[in-house]
């Protein structure tokens, strides 16, 4: 189809329009005209970029590998001191004491298994136990258990910066086991709080307990005034338990391990340093003649209603103590209810005149020095004058003609001085002679026991004597002494004149096994063979002979030599004389000796204050005891039967008794 003017009208199918080019034709080609430049992007350099990046990295690298040199290097230790502290735990393995038993292994003191009752006060705080006063209402729970002060407990619970304290030491299994029961109460509370949407607070969550032992005495106070005690810490604090605490206590170990929330965490490993076990410590005592001992001196101490007293038994050819007894005793096992005067070893810490049992040593002076015989005559008066004093027998009596055996089994007071008299041609050279002997004997020495303490006795210098002293002291005043240096003077005689020091232990048995014995007792000697023979032939008479004053300490089937006395008693109070001293001391069998038992009473108010009435039978049962313990048979052989007085023939003219005049001090002679 044309259009007007010759133009080609497309027709109405054609898709030829405007901007379409025509079918069956080519499009125009355009003329190229100036060629258009593309736009291009540049790229910036990446190096300074990558420097910055390198630069601070290395920085960031830098301060990491500082920081990592002072904690792992430079503050090394103290940052492994702070973990340590809150992870680690450090405790002693206790060392278990040795036991003290007797001379046959009877245990006298030992150790048994018990528990140290601990606590964590972190796990006392509010976050912690949920709780805001759980120190309080833990130690409320716990005080009745430990019996302990309630307030004392909270304020422990309360202890700052520290994840361990201890509530009480040495518990008994049956007190951890009330403690473990309450826990367990109270965790089940608590679980069942948590379930209901509570707080679930457990206020004993923080208590624990570690192994520890506690010391025990199964016989009770028997030997306590020798063995001694254990203080709240478990070491020595009396007796042979304090001077032998190195020994018996051994050597505590060390153990470290991981915890998480006060407990042990059992992979984490631990370190430890194993205690030594001390060492057990046998005893000379016999338990039996022990306990026969204590049994007889607490039965008349309180018969006569005494202040206190005193037995020891001792070997006589060995030294060693058999028995030791004290009363009133205490018992080391509850020391709440022990009296603090009675705590100690009043056979060794006392100190009183003797009275008559010390006039052996003077005749043993006197016959050592041959200034007498056991048959000397000693013509005795009624009163007898010397220095600014007149002396006088435990009686009156008209002038006595006895021998020097008399003298001492009839307790002569005056006697004794006249026969001392001889020891020196003037009173003063007398002084130093007997003071020779008496030291000689051990008066004013230490026993050798090395017990703590330990008193020595009172025995002044010869030319410190007073006037009075220089006649007193042959019969027993003036002097001080232990029972158990009383006992050793008696011993000495009966082992032939030679001092044995006594001793306590016979040996020692360490963690191996092994026994080591302990080291032999020093030995003097103090007078001659004879002269020893002939004092325990003259101390027969004492309890042999009708006329003796030991007549109540006779042994059917044996043969007994011992000596009565009664001395004035200073009153510890005042300084005072007030009151008496009651002893007897001997041996038996009397020609072999085995045995030496010593007794003394002070101040008994009840009933007769004379040695020989209260303490001789004292004597008699325990040596009865002690001879059939040990099966010491008898002799079978007959006493010496010394004489006791002279004929002097026929009675002088009456003479008027002389006055008595005022005395110091009274001076008993039994």
Not at 406 to 417: D, E
């Amino acid at each position: 189809m044309s259009a007007p003017g010759g133009r080609r009208v497309p027709g109405p199918g054609s898709r030829s329009g405007p901007g379409r080019p025509r079918a069956g034709t080519r499009p125009a080609t355009r003329r190229p005209g100036p060629a258009r430049q593309p736009h291009t992007i540049r790229l910036g350099s990446p190096k300074p970029r990558l420097r910055l990046v390198g630069v601070g990295l290395t920085l960031v690298m830098l301060a990491f590998v500082v920081r990592l040199l002072q904690v792992q290097a430079v503050d090394a230790s103290a940052y492994s001191a702070k973990a340590s502290e809150n992870r680690f735990a450090s405790y002693t393995l206790a060392a278990e004491r040795g036991e003290i038993t007797d001379r046959k292994g009877v245990a006298l003191a030992t150790s048994v298994d018990a528990y140290d009752i601990t606590a964590d006060p972190k796990m006392f705080t509010p976050q912690d136990s949920k709780a805001p006063d759980a120190p309080e209402q833990a130690a409320a729970l716990l005080a009745p258990i430990l019996g302990k002060d309630a307030k004392e407990l909270a304020a422990r619970l309360k202890t700052k910066n520290t994840r361990y304290v201890v509530l009480a030491r040495r518990q008994t299994p049956q007190v951890w086991n009330q403690i473990k029961d309450l826990k367990r109460v109270f965790a089940d509370k608590a679980a069942a709080d948590k379930k209901t949407n509570g707080p679930g607070a457990n206020v004993l969550a923080g208590v624990f307990n570690e192994d520890s032992s506690k010391r025990v005495y199964p016989n009770g106070d028997l030997a306590a005034g020798i063995l001694g005690y254990v203080n709240a810490e478990g070491k020595g604090a009396g007796g042979l338990e304090s001077s032998l605490d190195k020994k018996l206590a051994g050597k505590d170990g060390a153990i470290t391990y991981a915890q998480s929330g006060g407990r042990r965490v059992p992979t984490a490993g631990s370190s430890e340093k194993p205690a030594v076990p001390g060492e057990d410590v046998e005893l000379t005592i016999d338990r039996d003649i022990q306990w026969a001992a204590q049994s007889a001196i607490s039965e008349q101490v309180a018969k006569s209603e005494a202040d206190r007293g005193y037995v020891v038994v001792q070997d006589t050819r060995t030294g060693e103590v058999l028995a030791m007894a004290n009363a009133p005793g205490f018992d080391p096992n509850d020391l709440s209810k022990a009296s603090s005067a009675a705590m100690g070893n009043a056979a060794l810490q006392d100190v009183y005149e003797p009275g008559s049992t010390a006039k052996v040593m003077s005749m043993a002076a006197v016959l050592e020095e041959k200034k007498a015989t056991p048959g000397t005559h000693v013509e005795v008066p009624n009163r007898l004058h010397r220095g600014d004093r007149l002396f006088k027998d435990d009686i009156d009596h008209p002038t006595w003609y006895l021998t020097l055996n008399g003298v001492l089994a009839k307790s002569s007071n005056i006697g004794t001085i006249l026969a001392t008299g001889q020891l020196g041609a003037t009173q003063p050279e007398a002084n130093r002679v007997l003071y020779s002997y008496l030291n000689k004997f051990g008066i004013g020495q230490p026993t050798g026991l090395n017990y703590p303490g330990e008193s020595r006795g009172i025995l002044a210098r010869p030319e410190a004597w007073s006037t009075s002293q220089q006649y007193t002291i042959p019969f027993g005043q003036g002097l001080s002494l232990n029972a158990m240096q009383a006992a050793s003077v008696y011993s000495t005689i009966a082992n032939g004149g030679v001092r044995i020091a006594p001793t306590l232990v016979r040996g020692t048995k360490g963690p191996d096994g092994r026994f080591t014995p302990a080291p032999a007792p020093e030995q003097t000697r103090v007078i001659s063979p004879e002269t020893a023979k002939t004092l325990s032939e003259m101390l027969e008479s004492v309890v042999d002979d009708q006329e003796g004053t030991g007549t109540k300490a006779r042994i059917p089937g044996y043969r007994v030599g011992g000596k009565t006395g009664t001395s004035n008693r200073v009153d510890p109070a005042t300084g005072r004389y007030k009151g008496y001293t009651a002893s007897f001391a001997g041996f038996a069998p009397a020609d072999n000796p085995r045995i030496t038992v010593y007794c003394a009473i002070q101040n008994p108010t009840k009933g007769s204050y004379f040695g020989g009435q209260i303490c001789g039978p004292i004597y008699k049962k325990v040596m009865e005891f002690a001879l059939k313990t040990l099966q010491v048979a008898p002799t079978g052989t007959a006493p010496a039967g010394l004489p006791v007085t002279f004929d002097a023939g026929p009675p002088p003219a009456p003479q008027p008794s002389a006055a008595p005049s005022a005395q110091p001090s009274r001076q008993p002679g039994q």
